[in-house]
């Protein structure tokens, strides 16, 4: 049966069931990449901070949660394979296990596993098992030996029971009664009316795992004072006041130790408090309360840790809680548990348990599924997924919507005297320029995600070439649109690995000129103007000009008795198959490289440039606009065609008149304010017929160091420009880099500065042979 | 501390005058004890104290319990506010009463039952 009828026939219900299925598949999956670049970052920092509880705890989170969801979404593989890692750090989070940079090695190739079959989930291709189960195995070598040289993990005193004398004699001192002999013993005591002792039911102990400061965490606290704790002068009263003043709090006195007048000893105290804590101070603050109450008074479990885990939505049910707290036992909750009653009704009417402490544990369990909603809905509120295409049609319609306004404030500017359009123009214009700012806004996503994925790569290549290299980053929360940052990534991996391949000297070769072992790879990232300026600094061996001139030489790039200035002499490493690498490594040095780095940053209208001081280090400067989708652009005029030019380029104009044209002998220069700057004609560029006017505006532009000047007809103004692409039919045109609609509806070219410079410098070097 | 007694045929009105602290914890023991094993009905009037602590708490509990069981009756009438606070610090009032006398005929309940055993707020 073919296919398609087989789809036919099967009900619809299971059609959307299945496109439901796949839409939660992706989702994992985007959320899945995005805990494993978290999970790399986390793990680079603790490498260098081995003692961050913070940092554990967030490597933890991130394996739990990718564990736990990837179960969930049929992504059992992932799920598997993370388990025992997911086991390791736990140990580490309680104390159990060290961080040490052979975990941090295993944990890295874990991750880069984990995202190969993740990718592999989506296209279909085979993952190689062997290499998983390797590091899986290495895992599971470390948690027996953590087991066997394991610290003691964090645990708090459990209360003994306060028995009769008789019992108390009987038992070694100091020694803690057994679960058994408290809960035969506590049933009685609740009953019996001669009973002098509070039976407070033992509670298990718990780990309380290192957790990070600042943290909402929630605990619950048994308090059993000792009986003679009037006589003391100590009143528990103060202690419960204390522990309100740690946070938001529930105290609940159990108070069925209580015997009747005939027995009870008005000086003794027969209360004890279940009480139940939400708190950011530490876990050492709560124990401060208690310091000078005897040990065994008290026990403090963590009972909610602030959203560390991945959460369903409720919390532990009463049966598991009363469990938990030792009041009653497994085997009476399922006898019982086979009634229709509530669990809570049920235990108290068959006597088995009281119902303060059924309430107890009610409120323990109410106040945390109200924490743990909370928690859920502020984390909802904070953002929202959206499908990167539909961002980009909104984009685009904001930029149409640019245009139309562009149409609309030109036509109120020939209509000015009708102040209702004139009105409503500039309010359409306010609110477009807001709509086109905050959809921009929405683009920009900050570069520092791209530099954390640089420190695996300068880590594993200083590791590779036996370097040492510290890497530091400078001005990650520098946003930029998010389809330059992803275009920026390839340049920016090549030259770092050229800065530590070529830049970075062998640990001897430093010390022998006398700079510290470790170099210093430096990548910066800041705002200037309409620009983001990126560079990449190293203070390695720097360039040698000689070195470089004479390969250029070598390759015919230049003619030996050309003069070059050190910047030129640098720019000739952008030319393709240019490399003074002695020896092509994994690394670099098949001088593929800088040639496509300097096309990338063109085709983003950016512009790279390399400083570089012998013996010292190199920096390489990148200068990229903000966003690709909309530029400020300056409308220019020749002949009856008109041109955009970006205007972070455009320096000044200035005028060219048919004097100073006879003055320079008809060459392409113009005299600005006694300097002679070349310009380019565009009207013979590209051919357009007509006269050539008397009196041309010249527009000067930077280009990397140089000033060059177009020379245009008329200067019309600025214009902010909603950049279309041409179609496919010009994509062999050189010069233009797109086209956009003007307000009256004409076009205009986008000109690409660089193509058309790079061209010009060509042909001339061309025609002087 | 000074406690006021009046009777009323098998109805006892205890009244306290004072803070209810641990050193007359003794002498408010004796009260209790015997109110409760003289009279059917006690009335445990609360108007004029200032301050109550945990001994006193267990013995206003212990009272009742002892009262529960003997299928009598004993309730606090007037409580002052600062005192119902204190109380309420203490974490013994609740929803739920304990095992003794049957949950909803706990002393320290919130809500007022229409037997014995109310607080008067």
């Known amino acids: ?769 | 501390m000074d406690i006021r007694q009046k009777r009323k045929e098998h109805a006892l009105s205890l009244s306290v005058h004072g803070p209810m602290t641990v050193e007359d914890a003794t002498e408010l023991h004796q009260a209790l004890r015997d109110a409760v094993s003289s009279s059917d009905i006690v009335v445990i009037n609360l108007e004029e104290t200032s301050d109550i602590d945990l001994a006193s708490l267990q013995l206003l509990c212990s009272a009742h319990k002892t009262a529960l069981k003997k299928k009598k009756d004993l309730r606090f009438i007037n409580l002052a506010s600062e005192v119902r606070e204190r109380i309420d610090k203490a974490g013994y009032i609740h929803n739920r009463g304990c095992l003794d006398g049957g949950a909803s005929e706990c002393l320290w309940m919130l809500q007022k039952p229409s037997g014995p055993g109310e607080i008067s707020l």
């Open chain 1, 1 to 769: 049966m073919p296919v398609d009828a087989a789809e036919t026939l099967r009900p619809r219900g299971d059609l959307a069931m299945n496109e439901r299925h796949d839409a939660h598949r992706e989702t994992y999956r985007e959320e899945a990449f995005e805990l494993l670049s978290e999970l790399e970052e986390a793990l680079l920092n603790l490498e260098e901070q081995q003692e961050d509880v913070d940092l554990i705890s967030r490597i933890f989170r991130a394996l739990h949660t990718i564990k736990g969801s990837g179960a969930m979404f049929g992504f059992d593989d992932i799920a598997a394979f993370t388990h025992d890692i997911e086991n390791v750090f736990d140990m580490v989070r309680n104390g159990q296990l060290c961080v040490t940079k052979a975990l941090i090695d295993l944990t890295l190739s874990a991750k880069d596993h984990i995202m190969k079959l993740l990718a592999a989930s989506e296209t279909g291709e085979f993952v190689d098992d062997s290499l998983g189960e390797g590091i899986l195995e290495s895992f599971r070598l470390m948690l027996p030996a953590a087991e066997a040289e394991a610290a003691p993990s964090v645990t708090v005193a459990t209360p003994p029971t306060k028995t009769p004398p008789a019992a108390s004699a009987a038992a070694p001192k100091g020694s803690v009664p057994s679960g058994s002999d408290v809960k035969k013993e506590q049933p009685a005591s609740a009953l019996s009316s001669s009973s002098s002792s509070i039976n407070a039911p033992e509670l298990q102990p718990q780990s309380v795992p290192a957790v990070a400061e600042g943290q909402l965490l929630t605990y619950r606290i048994r308090y059993t004072p000792q009986e003679d704790i009037f006589q003391t002068g100590t009143n528990p009263l103060y202690i419960l006041e204390d522990i309100k003043q740690l946070g938001k709090c529930f105290i609940i006195a159990q108070l069925s130790g209580i015997p009747e007048l005939d027995v009870i000893d008005p000086e003794r105290c027969y209360t004890y408090w279940d009480v139940i804590l939400t708190t950011s101070r530490p876990y050492e603050d709560i124990l401060d309360i208690f310091m000078f109450q005897d040990e065994q008074t008290y026990q403090i479990n963590l009972i909610d840790d602030g959203g560390a885990l991945s959460e369903d939505d409720g919390y532990k049910r009463l049966g598991e809680i009363l469990i938990e707290r030792g009041t009653v036992s497994s085997l009476d909750l399922d006898q019982v548990i086979g009634r229709q009653k509530r669990i809570g009704e049920i235990l108290v009417d068959s006597g088995i348990v009281e119902a303060r402490q059924v309430e107890s544990a009610l409120v323990e369990q109410q106040h945390v599924q109200e924490l743990r909603r909370d928690r859920r809905q502020r984390d909802m509120a904070q953002t929202i997924r959206v499908p990167s295409d539909k961002l980009d049609k909104l984009v685009d319609l904001v930029g149409e919507l640019v245009t139309v306004q562009a149409r609309l404030t030109q036509i109120s500017t020939e209509r000015r005297q009708d102040s209702v359009i004139v009105s409503i123009a500039e309010e359409v214009e306010r609110l477009s320029n807001e709509l086109h700012d905050s959809t921009m806004s929405i683009r920009m996503v900050p570069i520092g995600t791209t530099f954390t994925k640089f420190r695996r790569l300068v880590r594993d290549l200083s590791v590779e070439l036996g370097r040492d290299v510290l890497f530091e980053t400078i001005g990650g929360e520098t946003e930029l649109d998010k389809t330059v940052i992803e275009r920026l990534n390839d340049p920016l991996v090549h030259l770092i690995r050229n800065s530590l391949d070529h830049g970075i000297e062998p640990l001897m070769e430093r010390e022998s000129v006398g700079k510290s072992r470790q170099g210093v790879i430096r990548l910066s990232a800041a705002h200037v103007g309409s620009d983001v300026r990126i560079t990449i600094t190293d203070d390695g061996a720097g360039m040698d000009p000689a070195v470089i001139h004479a390969k250029a030489i070598e390759k015919g790039l230049v003619s030996p008795t050309e003069e070059l200035s050190e910047h030129e002499i640098f720019a000739q490493i952008f030319a393709p198959g240019f490399t003074t690498a002695k020896k092509v490594t994994d690394v670099s040095g098949r001088g593929v490289g800088m040639d496509v780095v300097r096309r990338s940053i063109d085709s983003l209208r950016g512009s790279i440039e390399v400083q570089s001081k012998r013996g010292q280090g190199t920096t390489i400067s990148l200068k990229i606009p903000l966003t690709l989708a909309i530029i400020d652009g300056l409308l220019v005029r020749v002949g009856q065609g008109f041109y955009v030019i970006p205007l972070s380029q455009v320096e000044e104009c200035v005028e060219l008149g048919q004097r100073q044209r006879r003055e320079a002998h008809d060459r392409h220069l113009v005299n600005v304010r006694g300097t002679m700057v070349p310009y380019i004609s565009l009207r013979e560029r590209f051919a357009i017929n007509g006269k050539r006017p008397e009196l041309e505006q010249i527009v000067i532009l930077n280009y990397g160091d140089m000033t060059v000047g177009f020379s245009v007809d008329a200067v019309v103004g600025e214009h902010q420009t909603v950049i279309k692409s041409l179609s496919r039919v010009y994509r062999n045109v050189t010069g233009i880099s797109g086209a956009t609609i003007l307000g009256n509806g004409t076009v205009a070219l986008i000109l690409d500065v660089a193509n058309i410079i790079t061209e010009a410098e060509l042909e001339e070097s061309e025609s002087y042979g």
